[in-house]
């Protein structure tokens, strides 16, 4: 089971000039083979299928944790699709007969519009659908360990090029934080490997070569320490990460260090009504109204919007939590 | 972002008889255009792309709510395939030259034992990958939760027929629960129609006609009101959850209710190793024997594998942390 | 645009021992790659895709008139189906708690049961869906047909397996019946190349080598000479089809002629209920009542069930009146 | 089994300005997972499969109809496309070595081009084929009604996406009639389920909310009193559609009406030729040439291309013929 | 077996302007249902599945010779795309922060930069994977051949198209190869139908109708007579051609004929480093370096880059020692 | 390019007891994720779209020369598919109006009699087709070559898997032979990569974990030294192999080596007639004359079917030349 926090894994920026075409490029990272679907589903199914848990319980903690990670970094990516493609069509009203989509005919993916409302879809940059075909799950150990370390070395691949393709604030930072997770992740399953089996791996880093050093957007997070960092993603479990995830960065040779709890992350943006697509139909105005009733029946207040510090407060309380947690 | 625990959301019987074609109908459940991740799917993508949440925040909470219970619904199921498949081959070593699959061959889906570790697979009954061209998130609420309302329609529809042809224990105890779960989710988008535009759909209940109240593994859950019961699956935030889940229950005239933190749950169940298909490779001891040390090495006290009491008693002060949450 | 009759292209027998693994064999004449659904779109595509139709009438009244009849054979596919899987599971209710499924677990195509309601599916015998890439419509004439003769040739190579592996009356009478009809169209569509072209792909036949005269089930229409007979599917329209399709038919030598009007054709059977899998949901009588009244409201007659002689000669004043059409 | 009739629903202006990237877009409409091919199959699919019919007709009737309207339509969808791609080579030949496909690189779906003869494919906007896989057909009533409820739903969604983004004057009388037609579809499933279950789904209409009155092309077709009205699409069958369609509008209160026949539609335009994609090969005259003179051998004379007048007389004595059928 | 040649089968321009809208439509000729990888995987498959082949050799030898042949068209297809894509980044490095995938963002087909490395994919012009179910192998010979003819027909269309298309002089000398060897393949199907039924097809020709004579990029092919010359692959297999690959070309009226041993080809041409996208990944001079150490390790001379005399040298003592070939 | 040689990798036993069930996971071998259709086109692919070659020869030579020995095994897996189907009908004629396939109703992939003519289908054990998605070429020449190791591991635990089900003698020989060979790759792989980079992967094997030394079938191979020799598939080129590909075998300490020219193999076995499928059509006997009139037309002796050593010497010249060849 999981529990949800509605905090996404790190801030990004507002909607700015819309960018369909790079939308559409972005898409790679969450329907691509290579994409964060499919490292959630990867490590979610290779935890589930986990057999004989208890004698290998390191690793098993390994990838259930990692997995749980993922599901932040599929949210961050439908976020910067949608912030891309905010302002493509007006936000003021639109509906025909105005030709409020003319604009984007023939630009980047048009399913975002005319199969989405302006917002992220399971698909990559062809437009092809994400398929359960791209996980793999064996039951073998040391074979799903390989998969994983391949896989991440794909995904690094890739969001390298996205980043080089695609220069919008959102992908920017999108791309800047994924660098450096996935970097942890790739290097997570090294260890894991190295761990296991007694095969050194380190001289196979940096795979491939991503200049993380020189890239802007990966500074504030590799300050941060996120580039050596496990979060153990869990208020009560997982707590045999070390037995894996430790030794040495195989590229900059510091310490590897397991953090209990979530990063603290960022309030979910909001973005704007796109009314020409129904996203959501209603006037915004009638949908808000029809909720403050409902609420004043339920006795309710309404959840504020933006209260960064208490919320990270309330983040910090789970950590202590989870942190405090002795079996 | 999500935490996540390792328990399961109910308990399933442990592994008695392989039944590999029962499996094979049960991955309809996990795979299928109704299963389990189409539901998790549609949910999550329509609440990372939801516009305008602050002033619909309650339908947002619901979406995304249910979004995060349906996580623990596809390990249920995956859980329960890889229970069936238990045993289908030698549970001590077995590889070749043996002819350890023999038994298997031409019988249930083939791909459970080569494709996949005699586990579960994310593709339905056919043996077709899930694919995210099942997912619907037009970003118009009334169109995204009447296709949530239908959704859940056809997957009752499912779920009662999988009941029908499996009789496995562990199939039984899966169809039991999420008969119950699905139908909570089935009603609460009924009444987040009802709540926002004033349509009155009662009256469809019960769609499909399933006589829960004559199914044996239904009544524990009905016993413990989980019919009638939304878990706020968060430790802080969907609070706005009872300004749509509200009223009577369609079917029983019972009141609806929200209840905070994640249903109580089940250890996860270890299932044996199954060498013939390497899962995992390497004897189960060896692997033991490395994790042992690596535990040792890291300082780490290995997690004991059955402490539902304590575990349970850590889940009771999450949800206490929730239940003290106020902005 | 079409008109629709509420009678099937010829009669199917009763349904009588289910037979799942046939029905799952037929699903290929349905969904194939050369099922009936692939001849139907192909030619309807060719059809609403031609240029400069005018000066080639009648070569685009031979492409859309085939098509009319084809939709005739999907349902004729689909009603077999249907058929042969009536009464594999109880026709008195069923539901769960009972096991009713449990005897076809494993046994054909799950699918049937789980996604479908004991019903056809639009997918091939290995249950793939039928796709929109089976279409070729090149615009090119020349190769349209080329395409549409080999498509017929493949087809009825499906046609003769599926008789050989399928004793079930139902499967037996369909495909006696379209061995036949697919057989015209193979002719029809080797006419249209020579008359086109001047080549002669008389000595093509047969192509594959069946032995219709040794069929059984292909003797009835025989004798009413289906196999040299093309109906004209429209009561105005296709009137060039006779300078076309003419000539001698290459493996009788018989004359090839042109009948105004759709084959008699036989009432649609009905098939009972199959309570296990919803189909349909509520209780029979229930639905019955209801639209007893809604029918009494309406201040209308229900429609009687048997009817065929009655029926069959509303269709001949059909052909009447589209036989004395002149411009 | 079918009838076909040589002209379209409604009349479309003739080819103007080629608009690939428009045609592209009108994919959707076609092939798209709510585009007319899974309207008309959803609905095709259901009335194949449709148990105890005879206790159920009204309701049968409703469904079987629909189908046949919807043929119509994927016709129409299919001329939009050719319409929009018509001129976009050359049509007085253009042929290599010219490079007559220059100015297309890389403008809308390059499929039409190289896959097709500048012609509609069988597609979604994306390229993805239609698949067997959008078919829904349970065989439980009230859910089949639902989903198709849902689904005409999602259809206008689309429609209204296109009319936005697509400005080109045959993709707007298309979008104008589809949105006008496509309600009524919505209207009688709604009434359906009313009927058959009592649920109330008046308020949920308009959904999505279109303003069909504020849209130019609809007008035709609204003053027409075509979004009230149901076509009865068979000579002699289907009799039962009052006993559902009944009742008024939900969203203007006027009444609703079966209308026996279909619609007067108009002539099937006439595209020219595209010698540079080989449609249709041979220059026209020489297959002008060639029908010439098989029309003289078969003593057939030309069918006249442009009689609106006659043809839509005989299609009124189609409807009289129709309208007077009594069993 | 099949023993591989370090040559192309005809030489393609260096690299020059990129153009990647171009390498998009390119890539129908790869992975298209018409494509090269669909020829090759046919005849492969249908000489694979060849039954009682003894009897039947010189068909046998037929299929099973042009599978080989086009094993390098797919070559030339992906070096083609390769070309035309070289350049669209920088080859001097460009690796992020820098922005040098920007221009490309919305070019052509985004997966030959994001899942691709500026490299062929294995593809349709839509971005769809090629897929088994391309390949029809039916095991009747007759059905066999006429699809092949059929399959030949359909890549001559789609070849004219791409050459109309791209100007690109990769592009063009590409297709002018392929028309000219393409069309030999039409005719050696088609003379194996007649051969085995005698059926004449003669007057099917030109299909579809390509002025290869109005083509430059064709003539150099057809001086050297390859417009009517079978190469049979093999040093010493495949000597039964000549009983099914003679007569007369049916459009030239020239002999056909059998010649041992492969094209002459050229050299395979060095595309130069893009390392934006990591292709290859270190600085060339590092893997330089290593091979450079690794031959001096291993005894070996570096293999010269050009030396096209010496290699087509071998290359004719191979043809040699085939044509010596006696059993 | 390539030139075909009509022999086989290794003799398989003549066709016995049919084993459709077999046949049906053999599949998994041809079209899974990690059959050998998917090791030929990976290493294919990567070949064709190498950059930079000449400076990183040894490995482009390991990676082109690898994918052309997969050719042989493509054609290894279809024969033994053959083998195993021939006999499931019978041999005799057996056309309908007998029902030849009934016994084959319901048994193993209905695929192989329907679609196919008892042969070998370019799909998986689910009957899945294989697809170009199953290609990764990234053009970073770490990740490649990480790729296919990890490919190659997973190719080794499908094959044991296979073994373990299938008991049929051919595919025992398949799997025996296909389990060494595939051991050779893994290994040159992970040479290269340490090669490359430096990374020790010895430790990472055998995996998963074999048991070769016990397998009978493995042992008439590993006696050849086939597990520690690699191929040079050319008679000219890629010579520089043994820069990349020497070393110890991380399994047994035994030298890795580079062998000049194919291995010996085995002619190509004839399977019989299987006429109720069609394969081929005609009477065998109609084919054997018509072959031997084209034959004799065109004055060439049949080719003798069984000559295995003179053959074996024609293989053993070609190698002479090959090893003869220097630059």
Redesign the interface.
């Known amino acids: 089971?999981?529990?949800?926090?509605?905090?996404?894994?790190t801030a990004l920026p507002p909607p700015s000039e819309p960018d369909p075409?790079?939308a559409?490029?972005v898409q790679?990272l969450l329907?691509?083979?290579f994409g964060e679907?499919s490292t959630l589903?990867n490590y979610?199914?290779q935890s589930?299928?986990?057999?004989?848990?208890?004698?290998?319980?390191?690793?098993y903690d390994l990838v259930?944790?990692i997995?749980?990670?993922e599901?932040?970094h599929?949210?961050l990516v439908?976020?910067t699709i949608?912030n891309m493609l905010t302002g493509a069509?007006p936000t003021d009203d639109?509906?025909?007969?105005?030709?409020?989509?003319?604009e984007?005919?023939?630009?980047?993916?048009?399913?975002h519009?005319?199969?989405?409302?302006?917002?992220?879809?399971?698909?990559?940059?062809?437009?092809?659908?994400?398929?359960?075909?791209n996980?793999?799950?064996?039951?073998?150990?040391?074979?799903d360990l390989?998969?994983n370390?391949?896989l991440e070395?794909?995904a690094r691949?890739?969001k390298?090029?996205?980043?080089?393709?695609?220069?919008h604030p959102a992908a920017r930072a999108l791309t800047g934080y994924l660098l450096v997770r996935g970097g942890v992740h790739q290097v997570a399953y090294a260890r894991a490997?190295e761990?296991?089996?007694?095969?050194?791996?380190?001289?196979?880093f940096p795979?491939?070569?991503?200049?993380t050093d020189?890239?802007?957007?990966c500074q504030p997070h590799i300050k941060k320490n996120e580039h050596r960092i496990l979060y153990r993603?869990?208020?009560?479990?997982?707590?045999?990460l070390?037995?894996?995830f430790?030794g040495m960065h195989p590229e900059t040779g510091e310490p590897l260090e397991v953090i209990d709890g979530?990063?603290e992350?960022a309030p979910?943006a909001?973005?704007?009504?796109?009314p020409?697509?129904?996203?959501?139909?209603?006037a915004?105005?009638e949908?808000?109204e029809?909720?403050s009733k409902?609420?004043a029946?339920?006795?309710?207040?309404?959840?504020?919007?933006e209260?960064p510090a208490?919320?990270s407060g309330?983040?910090n309380?789970?950590k202590g939590?989870?942190g405090k947690?002795t079996?």
């Not at 996980?135 to 073998?140: E, L, M, Q, R, T």
């Not at 020189?214 to 957007?217: G, R, T």
């Open positions: 089971m999981i529990l949800r926090l509605d905090r996404i894994a075409e790079g559409r490029a790679e329907g691509g083979k679907m589903m979610t199914m589930f299928n986990f057999r004989n848990r208890s004698v290998a319980r390191p690793f259930a944790n997995a749980a990670e599901f932040g599929i949210e439908a976020m949608n069509s639109g509906k025909a007969p105005l030709a409020s989509l003319a984007v005919k023939g630009v980047g993916q048009p399913a519009f005319l199969q989405g409302g302006q917002g992220a879809l399971l698909q990559d940059s062809r437009g092809l659908p994400w398929t359960g075909d996980v793999f799950a064996s039951g073998d150990l040391v074979e390989t998969h370390f391949f070395t794909g691949n890739n390298l090029k996205v980043y080089e393709m695609c220069e490997i761990n296991l089996t007694g095969a050194d791996l380190t001289k196979l795979s491939p070569r991503i200049p020189k890239i802007p957007e993603m869990s208020p009560f479990d997982y707590n045999e070390p037995a894996v430790n979530p990063p992350g979910v909001e973005m704007p009504a796109q020409a697509v129904f996203a959501p139909d209603y915004p105005e949908i808000a029809i909720a409902l609420r029946k339920a006795g309710i207040e309404a959840t504020p919007e209260m208490v919320k309330l983040v309380r789970a939590v989870a947690v079996p």
